[in-house]
C-alpha cells in the first residue's frame, strides 16, 4: 500500500462530518511539523458549531536565500508561497442502510476505494501531505514556502472556516502568491480538467407586498402574485452580461415562491420569492442589485428586499501557476488538460480575496456527496505526483528568477 493511499484511509476512517474535524488536522499537522512546518490551530464558531482550522506554513530560510542568490537583485528579490488548501470536513453519510460498506470504514472493491470523503476531499489531502514529503526530501533547501490551509467548515455554513484564516492572515499582512485547492475537479480522469476560476453567487429575497383580501372582491384587495408576474417576465428576458472567454453568461433563477394562506378563497396579502445569480467577472453585485432595483421601482411595486453575497466571481488566467499546473499533468498523465470556471462555489473563492494566483485541481468527482462515494485507486498515485511536480516546477521558476 503506498504512503498516499494509507494517509488517505487514515483520513477516511475518522467521522468528519460538518464541523467536526475527528482528528484529521492533527494527524495531518503531526507529519508537516516533522518537515519543519509551523502548525497554528485556529477554532471559530459558537460552542456548539465549533470550528477547527489549520494553517501550517514552511519559510525558507533567509540566510539560506541570500547564500543561494547569486547577484544583489536576487536578493532582493521576495520569496514566493505556494499553499495546498482544503477541507477536512464531509458531508453526511445519508442512510446508512444504503451503503454497501461502512462510510467510516475505507473498503476496496473493483479497484476502487469506498467511503465518506474518498474523492471529496481526502484523497486530495493525503496526496497534499505525501507530495510535500517527497518534495521536501529531493529539495531540502528549496527556494518556495510551502504552507497548507485546512478547514472543518468548506460542506457547512463556511462561515468559520477559511474566510477566518484568511481574514486573519490579511491582518498580520502575510501574503500568499499560488494557492492549488484539491476540490474534485476532474471528469473522467485526475488532472483533465481544472478550475481556473469561479463564478459569484448572489441570492436575494425578495418580498411583494399587496392587500389581503376575499377572492370574491379583488376590487377590496391587491394581489401581489399578479403584480409581480410581469416582474418576473422581465426578469427572466434580461441578458445580464454576455460572460466572456472564461465565464458563460450571468444567470438569474428563481428557486422559491411563498404566497397565499392556504385558503382557496383568500387574496394572499404579500407574496416571497427568492432568486440566485451566478455571476461572472463582467458584472458586480451592485450592478447586479442595481439593475434588478430598476425593474421594480419602474413597475411600482411595493416590496422589502434582502441580500447576501454568497461569494464573488474570480479568474486566474494563464501564467505562473496554470502553466506550472498544465505542465505538471501533462508530464505525469499526457492530458492536455481543460481549464473550467463551470460548477459551484468553493473555498477558493475566499483565498482569491487575498492570492492573485488560485486554482482548483482534484480527482474524478463523480460520485461525491452520493452514497457509495468511492475514488478509483489508480487515479490516487497520479494526483500525488501532479502536486510534487508542481512543486517542483514553481521553485524552478523561483531559481531562474534568482539567476
Known sequence: MSSTLQLTEQLIARASVTPVD??????????LAVLGFVCETITSGPSDFLVT???????????DTAQAATNTIAQSMPVKTVVFAGHTDVVPTGPLTDWISAPFSPSHRDGKLFGRGASDMKAS???FVVAIEEFIAANPQPQINIAVLLTSDEEGPAND????????LKARGETIDYCIVGEPTSVERTGDMIKNGRRGTMSGKLNVKGIQGHIAYPHLAKNPIHLLAPVLAELVGIEWDQGNAFFPPTTWQVSNIHGGTGASNVIPGSVVIDFNFRFSTESTPESLQKRLTSVLEKHELEYD????????????????????VREAIRTETGLQTQLSTTGGTSDARFIAQICPQVIEMGPPNGTIHQVNEYIKVADIEPLKNIYRRVLENLDRLQQQAHT
Not at 472556516?161 to 486573519?168: E, H, I
Open 22 to 31: 475527528a482528528g484529521c488536522q492533527d494527524l495531518i499537522a503531526k507529519r
Open 53 to 63: 482550522n489549520l494553517w501550517a506554513k514552511r519559510a525558507v530560510d533567509p540566510v
Open 125 to 127: 489531502l493525503a496526496a
Open 161 to 168: 472556516g477559511t474566510v477566518v484564516v484568511c481574514n486573519a
Open 305 to 324: 428586499m434582502g441580500w447576501t453575497v454568497g461569494g464573488l466571481p474570480f479568474l486566474t488566467t494563464p501564467g505562473p501557476l496554470v502553466d506550472a
